[in-house]
């Protein structure tokens, strides 16, 4: 699935992000141009992923809005970083996460098989967007998780290994 | 880790000598500085990053200094820490940050599980492992180490005056049986005091 990287970038303009910290996949890849145009949105890259979530505690703390976007794949390396930030430090990050092999039917990805069953362990709240339609689904769910004051999670439905 | 005479700097004299020199930075201590540093010291803008992720003070840092670019943010780092994220040292010059330092206190031993060797420790069999070089190579505007703690007071000042980001290895003394580390507070009420420190900051 490719969502049209324009619409991501106001999108998340929208949500009033303020910095994307990433490490991204070949599908999120897609976006870094229209992520990194000079302007209101800051994209921060990171080596590793667990790096992501400890920048985005930080630009929290000093009153910034992050996102950390990182692959499944990333998700499961970064687990310590993203259990003490959102869990010892209590912060109501957002993430959009690539679902690899979502879209495959049938799929025997690894990756495709711990996404959600590690994003329930976690106890994190998540949508999945299957389609570029479904965008006004994720901006709703980020929101509505950082007026709860929680984390907030979307899987982005990919293809590609 | 230690210099032609064996000698290593006490790790209190060592945070000592960052104490005297601090104005109004922003600084997270992560294990055994965050065990010491509230002992000598204690100003709203101190961020004691326990519990932590190991390895992730350095990035937290990152993400303060960015928020507050005006303003100096001070890491203090263990060895151990330091070699789980050394990729975060290409991060933070990537970010084009110049206001954050860097300072990894060198033990060579995971201090706070009982005195472990480090891998860079167990090294020195085959090579000495220079953490100052990590982050030269990196492209650190200062990357520096100290073995002696004359050494590390007469240039201190001069090396936190000089434009970043910087980084400072310091060869310190392991403490001995004083190792284990507790929070100096709960987490709910210490991050609230600290947010609200950085937010009045201009």
Redesign the interface.
């Given at each position: 699935m490719d969502i049209p990287a324009e619409q991501v970038r106001q999108t998340l303009v929208e949500l009033g992000i303020t910095h994307v910290v990433w490490l991204p996949d070949s599908a999120l890849g897609l976006w870094e141009q229209a992520l990194d145009r000079p302007g209101t949105l800051e994209l921060v890259r990171v080596c590793r992923e667990g790096e992501a979530w400890a920048i985005a505690a930080g630009l929290h703390l000093g009153g910034l809005r992050p996102l950390v976007m990182i692959q499944n794949t990333g998700l499961f390396e970064s687990g310590d970083a993203m259990r003490n930030v959102l869990f010892d430090l209590r912060l109501p990050l957002s993430a959009i996460v690539g679902y690899r092999s979502f879209l495959i039917p049938n799929s025997t990805d690894s990756a495709r098989r711990f996404t959600e069953p590690v994003l329930d362990a976690w106890g994190l709240d998540y949508v999945i967007v299957r389609e570029p339609g479904e965008l006004p689904l994720m901006a709703a769910h980020l929101l509505a998780c950082r007026e709860a004051g929680r984390p907030g999670v979307a899987l982005v439905a990919e293809g590609r290994m | 880790m230690t210099d032609s005479t064996g000698s290593r700097m006490p790790l209190v004299a060592a945070l000592e000598i960052l104490i005297r020199l601090r104005t109004d930075q922003i600084v997270v201590t992560t294990m055994g500085s965050a065990r010491e540093w509230p002992k000598l010291s204690q100003n709203p803008l101190d961020?004691h990053y326990v519990?932590?992720?190991?390895?992730?003070?350095p990035?937290?840092?990152?993400?303060?200094?960015?928020?507050?670019p005006e303003r100096e943010v001070l890491v203090l780092n263990g060895d151990g820490g330091m070699l789980m994220?050394l990729?975060?040292l290409?991060?933070i010059v990537?970010?084009g940050a110049r206001n954050i330092t860097v300072i990894v206190l060198e033990n060579g031993i995971y201090e706070v599980t009982g005195g472990q060797q480090t891998a860079a420790l167990a090294a020195r069999r085959h090579a000495e492992v220079d953490f100052s070089g990590f982050a030269r190579a990196a492209g650190f505007a200062v990357a520096e180490r100290f073995d002696r703690l004359q050494d590390w007071q007469a240039q201190a000042a001069e090396i936190l005056r000089r434009p970043g980001p910087r980084f400072v290895a310091l060869s310190v003394e392991p403490v001995g049986a004083e190792y284990h580390l507790e929070a100096p507070g709960p987490?709910?009420e210490r991050?609230p005091k600290?947010?609200q420190a950085?937010?009045q900051i201009e």
């Open positions: - | 961020f519990p932590s992720s190991m390895g992730q003070a990035p937290l840092g990152l993400g303060l200094a960015l928020t507050k994220n990729g975060c290409v991060t990537a970010s987490m709910a991050l600290f947010a950085l937010a």
